[in-house]
């Protein structure tokens, strides 16, 4: 029964392949969000999405798509992996994004590393 | 965009003693601000947080205090204890717009 669930935990690549990481929500919440946390542990906002419609695209390279096939459901897909995209990726819902105040809720993180 | 500065970024504490950590924003217009702990390999999570018309809030060993003319806001922790040694993350958000999280303090206490 977890709330926000990714997959996989771990993905180790080379430099050049494509992937894509996974997350879905089972809290009925109609925002989702991707972070990224460098080495340095430091929380970035990438994407948000509402309702399965971009709300927020924080100036992340377009080799990053996210897609939304239903609210519940959040995916990544990376193309032409670099170096610098190793990272832990956290995806994220709450309620409704648009509103002032509410909690976030994490997945447990997609540590990427591009060798 | 909103700009959120988190001191310090490390602070170590012997177990019993009180911890604060200090956070500053730009964005006036910000209504809202949450922590949000992250012990190591784990995901981050929200413990406390508050609004904007409220200057205080408190819940057990923890408080959140907030300053809005000189937009600052602050953690305080009483009686550390081991467990309570993880990334401590603040956050502002205004409206419609992102969270925008502080850089993060990594608490250590010390038994």
């Known amino acids: 029964d977890t709330a926000v669930s990714q997959t996989p935990k771990y993905l180790v690549t080379q430099m050049g392949n494509d992937k894509s990481i996974k997350c879905e929500q089972n809290l009925g919440h109609d925002t989702m969000y991707w972070y990224k946390q460098d080495s340095k542990k430091f929380l970035k906002i990438m994407f948000s999405y509402n309702n399965k419609e971009l709300i927020i695209n924080e100036t992340v390279p377009n080799r990053f798509s996210p897609k939304s096939p239903d609210k519940a459901h959040l995916n990544l897909h990376i193309n032409s992996l670099e170096l610098g995209d190793s990272a832990v990726y956290f995806c994220?819902?709450?309620?409704?994004?648009?509103?002032?105040?509410?909690?976030?809720?994490f997945g447990p993180g997609t540590r990427l590393l591009v060798l | 965009g909103e700009n959120v500065e988190q001191h310090p970024s490390t602070l170590s504490v012997q177990e019993g003693d009180s911890a604060v950590i200090k956070c500053t924003y730009s964005?006036?217009?910000?209504?809202?601000f949450p922590w949000y702990k992250q012990e190591l390999g784990k995901r981050p999570q929200l413990i406390i947080d508050i609004r904007s018309n409220v200057g205080e809030k408190k819940d057990q060993r923890i408080a959140v205090t907030l300053n809005k003319t000189a937009k600052h806001f602050s953690l305080h922790i009483t009686e550390t204890q081991p467990e309570d040694s993880a990334v401590y993350f603040c956050?502002?958000?205004?409206?419609?717009?992102?969270?925008?999280f502080g850089k993060g303090t990594m608490l250590l206490v010390s038994p």
């Open positions: 956050a502002a958000k205004a409206g419609y717009s992102t969270l925008t």
């Open positions: 994220a819902s709450s309620q409704d994004g648009r509103i002032g105040w509410e909690t976030q809720y």
């Open positions: 964005d006036s217009a910000s209504n809202y």
